[in-house]
Every structure is written in C-alpha cells, then in structure tokens.
C-alpha cells in the first residue's frame, strides 16, 4: 500500500468533498482557492490514485424504517485463513450487515448491522450469524444513539 503525497490544496479539497460531495467542480475549486480546470484535474488524479475510492448518498436510516443499529463481535472457532475468508464472504451476503472488521483481541470481525426493528435483529443472530459453521461466539450491542458522526478521516 502506497501513502499518497498531497499538498495542501489537495488536503483542501478531500475535506470539502467529504463535507459534501454534491458540490459543483466550480464551487469546489473556489473553495480549494484555484480555478475550476485544475480542480477538476486533481480531483481526477485523487479518484485515479485511489485516494477518492467513490461518492454516495448519507441516508438517514430511521427514516426509511431502520430503527436499529447493533454492533457483534463475531469469535470464530477457528482462525485460519480459510475460515476467516469463508467468513468475510458469508458476511457479503447478509444485507443487515452494513460493515465488517476483522480484528484483534477476544473477538475476531465486528460488524455493524442495521435492521428495521429488534425482532428482525434477533432473526438475523439466531437464524443466520450464529447458524454460520465458522461461528463460536457472538456478543451483540444495541445502540441508544449516534452521538457523533463525521467523515470517514480527519483531513
């Protein structure tokens, strides 16, 4: 994995994108304080470089009916790497899980699932994340409520 150079007007841009990405190049460039044909330049070198990986919509999930976010922390009963990699893409397939970590310590994953309600959560944990032949243990979470919530990296 490469650590990317930037410069400051590259910096300058990457934060104002992650605040908002709707914006218009024109308006990104004014506010990186260059002119819009190499904005546009830099910010196709930072998607090219993978820097930018993509731009999506922030949904507000209760909105749409999702009134649950829980977090697990998933132990396998064995780490190899064959059985972590069957695991991660069996986590693929689960669409209440929203994002997945492998990690170090008790647990091997965490995964943050966001469902419609309590009961479709307790679905999910009984019928298909502790059924999976990988999993030994799991430990589940329930949020109360998001008290901060910023980019992904602090630029």
């Known amino acids: 994995m490469f650590r990317a150079v930037l410069d400051a007007i590259d910096l300058r841009i990457l934060k104002e994108l992650q605040a908002d990405g709707?914006?218009?190049?024109?308006?990104?460039a004014a506010r990186a304080g260059?002119?819009?044909?190499?904005?546009?330049?830099?910010?196709?070198?930072?998607?090219?470089e993978g820097i930018i990986e993509g731009y999506t919509a922030l949904i507000n999930a209760p909105a749409l009916g999702y009134d649950l976010v829980a977090f697990c922390m998933v132990g396998l009963k064995h780490q190899s790497e064959v059985n972590l990699k069957a695991f991660a893409a069996s986590v693929q397939q689960w669409p209440i899980v929203r994002e997945a970590w492998m990690i170090n310590g008790d647990s091997d994953f965490l995964l943050r699932c966001t469902a419609h309600n309590l009961t479709v959560f307790q679905d999910f944990v009984i019928e298909v994340l502790t059924a999976d032949e990988n999993v030994d243990t799991v430990?589940?979470?329930?949020?109360?409520?998001?008290v901060k919530k910023l980019g992904l990296v602090e630029i």
């Open 34 to 48: 260059i002119s819009a044909p190499p904005c546009l330049r830099r910010v196709r070198k930072l998607e090219e």
């Open 139 to 146: 430990r589940t979470m329930l949020t109360i409520r998001q």
């Open 22 to 28: 709707r914006m218009t190049n024109v308006e990104l």
